[in-house]
């Protein structure tokens, strides 16, 4: 069974660029979250996708987007990056309701 | 508004000791509380989860209390061991898989 893999692994940009992360969920699970993780903090949700509809957000403004695939993988685009942007980008796959997420390791990401 | 707070932020524990964090959370609406726990460079992955209509779970040496009326839960690692060293979140979601975290306890154990 293969997990949750993430790509690219570690990136750098420049404020005001746009980024496009992706995420290849774990077999069998039709449920995709993406968390933002600063430095020294905990997770927080951005959003969520289930059959590729958006299926709840966080407090994150617009520029944050996403799509599911119908294979259930997914994107996290952020346009207009700001400093304050730069952090570990976690994609999460489940089962839906089911209360277990299974992460990835993340994309890193640095916003010069 | 922090939906979950966890504390101490760093815990040092000697080898053979019982590590102890605890969350506190706000919304009632919650109803699956897990344990993630995060090694340096690795995703969160999951260590133990509760449902509020027990009290305690036990998996091997985690043991997770529960605490409905206070709206609080904790982990204890018995025995703790140098590789139990990593960042432990505690979470809590009302099973939509929307989890919200708290901001994490850095545990060291020392050899």
């Known amino acids: 069974e293969t997990g949750v893999t993430q790509s690219p692994t570690h990136l750098i940009k420049t404020r005001g660029q746009q980024v496009t992360l992706r995420c290849s969920s774990q077999?069998?699970?039709?449920?995709v979250s993406w968390y933002q993780q600063a430095l020294g903090q905990g997770p927080q949700f951005i959003f969520q996708y289930y059959r590729e509809e958006e299926n709840g957000r966080g407090n994150f403004p617009p520029r944050f987007s996403g799509l599911q695939f119908p294979n259930y993988s997914s994107e996290l685009n952020v346009n207009a990056l700001e400093l304050d942007d730069s952090a570990l980008y976690l994609c999460?796959?489940?089962?839906?309701?089911?209360?277990?997420?299974?992460f990835g390791e993340g994309s890193r990401l640095t916003v010069l | 508004q922090q939906q979950v707070k966890q504390s101490p932020q760093s815990l040092i524990v000697q080898k053979g000791g019982i590590s102890i964090i605890n969350c506190a959370y706000e919304?009632?609406?919650?109803?699956?509380f897990p344990w993630y726990q995060q090694f340096p460079g690795k995703g969160p992955a999951l260590l133990i989860a509760i449902r509020p209509d027990v009290s305690e779970k036990k998996e091997g040496r985690f043991t997770i209390s529960f605490n409905k009326s206070a709206k609080q839960f904790s982990l204890h690692i018995m025995d703790s061991q140098p590789g139990d060293s990593a960042t432990y979140f505690c979470a809590a979601s009302r099973g939509d898989d929307k989890i919200i975290f708290g901001k994490g306890t850095r545990l060291h154990i020392l050899p």
């Open positions: 077999s069998g699970h039709n449920t």
């Open positions: 919304n009632t609406a919650f109803d699956y």
């Open positions: 999460a796959s489940s089962r839906g309701y089911t209360g277990e997420l299974f």
